[in-house]
């Protein structure tokens, strides 16, 4: 069984840089099998994808948010973080890490796809708070 | 890809059917594989989204029976049949198509 555990401070001043971190149990960010996922979610605009790091450090982020997101992997911690720069009151939200496994579908014997499956197992999530 | 859900809340009684439709923006069929990449999730407050279905219509493990998903393309129904006090929630469907990776605005099941 997967464990996801976020970590981070829970008050962020405008401008700054947000840190989390994700610490993972059960599993290993090391795995070429899955992806590694920050999201948020507001009031305001509900569930929000930021990116997610897989194969030890390749990345994919939300457009709407590559521009100050960074997300690295500690694999000697099995550890996953999120920083996200020059933030405002509308970064304020409930970030969760999650995990994406990999589906792989064969519809022969020499041609199969995969990617990423659907979120199956995330942490409990941690509110960040964005004021002066 | 937006992903739109209806209605936006509803209430139902007791053993009673639960209906939930989710739309997206354009397909999600993947055609070479004919699977649809959208998955449906359960949120109960303080809690994060557990999956309940994926590839539209397969429950995860340990998901009851009463729920059930179908629909292929871009229209999709997330069915509870027979409301438990336990399934009131937040339920949101979800693409994993193409990215960004989105999810519906959810949509809040209360007893009647």
């Known amino acids: 069984q997967v464990q996801l555990q976020e970590s981070g401070p829970g008050l962020v001043k405008p401008s700054e840089t947000l840190s989390l971190t994700c610490s993972v149990s059960?599993?290993?960010?090391?795995?070429?099998?899955?992806?590694w996922n920050w999201l948020r979610q507001s009031p305001g605009k509900g569930l929000e994808w930021i990116g997610y790091i897989y194969n030890s450090g390749s990345t994919k982020y939300n457009p709407s948010l590559e521009s100050r997101v960074t997300i690295s992997v500690d694999t000697s911690k099995n550890q996953f973080s999120l920083r996200l720069n020059s933030v405002t009151a509308a970064d304020t939200a409930i970030y969760y890490c999650?995990?994406?496994?990999?589906?792989?579908?064969?519809?022969?014997?020499?041609?199969?796809?995969?990617?990423?499956?659907?979120?199956?197992?995330w942490g409990q999530g941690t509110l960040v708070s964005v004021s002066s | 890809i937006v992903m739109t859900q209806s209605p936006d809340s509803l209430a139902v009684s007791l053993g009673e059917r639960a209906t939930i439709n989710c739309k997206s923006s354009q397909s999600v069929l993947y055609s070479s594989t004919n699977k649809n990449y959208l998955s449906w999730y359960q949120q109960k407050p303080g809690q994060p989204p557990k999956l309940l279905l994926f590839?539209?219509?397969t429950r995860d493990s340990g998901v009851p029976d009463r729920f059930s998903g179908s629909g292929s393309g871009t229209d999709f129904t997330l069915t509870i049949n027979g409301l438990q006090a336990e399934d009131v929630a937040v339920y949101y469907c979800h693409q994993h198509y193409e990215g960004p990776w989105t999810f519906g605005q959810g949509t809040k099941v209360e007893f009647k």
């Open positions: 999650a995990r994406q496994s990999t589906f792989r579908h064969c519809i022969s014997s020499t041609t199969c796809y995969t990617g990423p499956n659907s979120f199956d197992f």
């Open positions: 059960g599993g290993s960010v090391s795995s070429a099998n899955d992806y």
């Open positions: 590839w539209a219509s």
